[in-house]
């Protein structure tokens, strides 16, 4: 199981990778506009086009604070795809600390904490 989410998560990084190489999408989108709610609000469709066929990204800010970003989806499966492999990374992590270490049972945590 632990090769197949592997392979599953390297295989989606290297087709958005792959993706991103031939529309230029990375090159494109190395940098990113700033636009105030209520422009944004004005111009919401301009700015969907450009994220999503142009590769630019869109900063939406709130008296001047950066508050949310607009991003493409193949940004967005990236960023999903990372956090994946993290994810995994950290629960091996904790499951081999297990084996190390072995399990508290609940009855014992309450005990310890007096409940």
């Known amino acids: 199981m632990k090769y197949f989410i592997d ?3 390297e295989y989606n990084l290297y087709n958005w990778y792959n993706k991103s190489i031939e ?23 301009e700015i ?6 142009a590769g630019k990204r869109a900063i939406l800010t709130r008296k001047g604070k950066k508050l949310v970003a607009i991003v493409s989806i193949e940004d967005l499966e990236a960023l999903e795809a990372i956090e994946e492999k993290i994810d995994l990374e950290d ?22 904490l007096d409940l």
């Open 7 to 9: 392979s599953f998560v």
């Open 23 to 45: 529309g230029n999408i990375l090159s494109k989108s190395s940098f990113s506009e700033e636009f105030s709610f209520s422009n944004a609000r004005s111009h919401l469709a």
């Open 91 to 112: 629960a091996r992590k904790a499951l081999a600390d297990v084996k190390k270490n072995g399990t508290v049972s609940w009855e014992s945590i309450k005990r310890k």
């Open 48 to 53: 969907a086009n450009e994220v999503a066929y």
